[in-house]
């Protein structure tokens, strides 16, 4: 039997306007795949990530097709659940709005889509022990009663990580996720990505060729609101691809399977 493609784009165009935003985008993703979206700021990397949450939907002028987990149309809390989106925004709101909130409270307001978790909210037996063994596979059960205001921005990001596994779900998308990370929790976080990526395909957002991990197995380069080259990692990235994407002068490297590239 033949695999389903989780995403399977076809001439899909975006538009704000008359204005096309994102054009001609191909894409088609496998369960056993491993992708990571490039591009330099402004090529169109989040605008495609609202195409995989739908909130953003094609431009119906085109013709096209765009299947998620084989469907044309979405009960959005179900897509929700199946897709665990991890973008820069949340860590933010939970930031800004939730600074009190417990480590074990981030993580059970996944059930909810809350920014916590108040007093009508409910969680069976088997939810609450899903969200420990969430907190446990991301290795901070340690930090449970730990209020934002006291995390770091590494332990507040891997929260929103077990946030969205509590639903186990079948696709995970990160959205520049080291954004705000020094050093060594970016190294530690990527780890992390690691971990997620040999439980359930991956999807990373990201314009640092550096945090390309092993576990990559798909290249999608975007440039100008469009996928200029797609494949296998070692076909896509390239000297010559990233040259084009980012407009300068690019070598590009591997080694034991990470990538590091230099402006010559």
């Known amino acids: 039997m033949e695999k389903q493609p989780v995403i399977d784009f076809e001439n899909v165009f975006v538009s704000y306007g008359l204005t096309d935003i994102l054009h001609d985008i191909n894409l088609k993703i496998y369960p056993d ?22 909130d953003l939907y094609p431009n119906a002028r085109h013709p096209y097709k765009k299947l998620i987990f084989g469907k044309e149309r979405q009960d959005i809390f179900e897509l929700k659940n199946k897709i665990g989106i991890i973008t820069n925004d949340l860590h933010y709101k939970f930031e800004t709005r939730s600074p009190s909130v417990k480590a074990i409270d ?23 022990l899903q969200a420990e063994k969430a907190m446990d596979f991301l290795e901070i059960s340690n930090i449970s009663e730990k209020k934002v205001c006291e995390m770091s921005t590494g332990q507040l ?48 957002i990201t314009h640092d060729v550096s945090e390309i991990f092993p576990e990559i197995t798909h290249v999608a380069l975007m440039f100008n609101g469009t996928i200029f080259k797609k494949g296998p990692i070692a076909d896509v990235l390239t000297s010559e691809n990233l040259s084009v994407v980012f407009d ?3 070598s590009v490297e591997c080694k034991d399977g990470s990538y590091y590239c230099k402006i010559n």
């Open 106 to 128: 981030v993580v059970l307001s996944g059930y909810h889509s809350a920014l916590g978790v108040f007093k009508h909210h409910e969680f069976s037996k088997e939810q609450l």
């Open 248 to 250: 300068a002068d690019i």
């Open 157 to 204: 990001r891997r929260c929103i990580v077990a946030r969205s596994l509590v639903h186990t779900p079948e696709l995970f998308v990160l959205d520049e996720p080291t954004t705000g990370l020094d050093i060594k929790s970016r190294t530690a976080f990527i780890k992390t990505i690691q971990k997620l990526a040999k439980k359930v395909p991956v999807v990373l």
């Open 33 to 54: 795949e491993n992708w990571a979206i490039l591009g330099a700021n402004g090529s169109g990397k989040s605008t495609l990530l609202k195409l995989f949450s739908n």
